[in-house]
């Protein structure tokens, strides 16, 4: 099934279609570099955790209270900084490399909808549907996966449009509804799809470090039941 969708906005037009072969390396692409720049805002969320926050201020300080160094007190919170980010940026490398590798590999074999936005024929956009990796309860749910658009053609309802067209696709396949799970402080993703319907079912969470504890991920279902 193709499912076309023309929309004009400021910028060129783009059209939203089923994936092709062809678009296999940008479609990687699109999505590991969407995934590594959500890094930054990733990391500035980890400062906001009391039990890191005490650890940042508390080391140096110890450090400058038992030395009277305050070079030794510098050096030790640029070095637990450097060693956030590496953990962070390690923990979503995993991530993507484990995609790239598994279901990104032979994206027609294990998706059973993919979807490009194209603009001026470049892969502006990208967004998956996959039977859940996780039981969701009763009913047939399709996850949604690997949402990502492009840096410059963001907040130009891209997103909203691969979104609704996985959710038409569901509804036509007789789908219950559609889950997804997302990085708590992603609030651009958070605010799509909460305006589309979904709701947060759970929390869950996945260890970095004794003192970063868990990157936290919400996880979502849009139940086609509820919204008639
Ligand atoms: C999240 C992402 C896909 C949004 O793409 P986009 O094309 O810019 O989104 P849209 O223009 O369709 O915006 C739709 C809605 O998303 C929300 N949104 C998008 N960008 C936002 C931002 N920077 N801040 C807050 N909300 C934002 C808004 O609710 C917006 O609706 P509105 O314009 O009516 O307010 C994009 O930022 C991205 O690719 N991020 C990196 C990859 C990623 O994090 N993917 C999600 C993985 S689950």
């Known amino acids: ?19 092709q072969d062809h678009d296999w390396e940008p ?8 995934m590594l720049g959500n890094i930054p805002s990733e990391f500035w969320t980890s400062l906001k955790k009391p039990r890191t926050f005490l650890v940042l201020l508390g080391v140096p300080f110890a450090l400058f209270l038992g030395s009277g160094s305050l070079i030794l007190c510098l050096l030790s919170l640029f070095g637990l900084l450097a060693c956030q980010w590496l953990t962070l940026r390690r923990f979503v490398k995993q991530y ?6 598994t279901d990104l590999l032979d994206i027609q074999k294990s ?20 039977p859940p ?8 749910y399709l ?4 949402l990502s658009v492009k840096r410059n053609y963001r907040g130009k309802g891209l997103a909203r449009t691969l979104v609704q067209t996985l959710l038409h696709f569901a509804q036509d396949q007789g789908c219950d509804g559609v889950v ?3 990085s708590n ?6 605010r799509l799809y909460e305006s589309l319907g979904f709701q947060k079912a759970h929390e869950s969470g996945y260890h970095l470090n004794w003192w970063l504890g868990y990157f936290s991920t919400w996880h979502y279902k849009c139940d086609f039941s509820s919204q008639k």
């Open 1 to 19: 099934m193709q499912q076309e969708t023309e929309t004009e906005t400021s910028m060129a037009p783009y059209h939203v279609r089923r994936y």
């Open 133 to 140: 990796l996780r039981p969701v309860g009763g009913g047939n």
């Open 27 to 34: 479609v990687r692409e699109l999505f590991s570099k969407g």
């Open 96 to 101: 993507v490399e484990n995609s790239l590798n």
């Open 111 to 130: 998706y059973v909808g993919f979807w490009v936005a194209e603009c001026k024929h470049q892969v502006v956009g990208i967004v998956g549907a996959h």
């Open 180 to 182: 997804l799970e997302t």
């Open 143 to 146: 996850e949604l996966l690997h």
């Open 185 to 190: 402080s992603n609030h651009p993703a958070r």
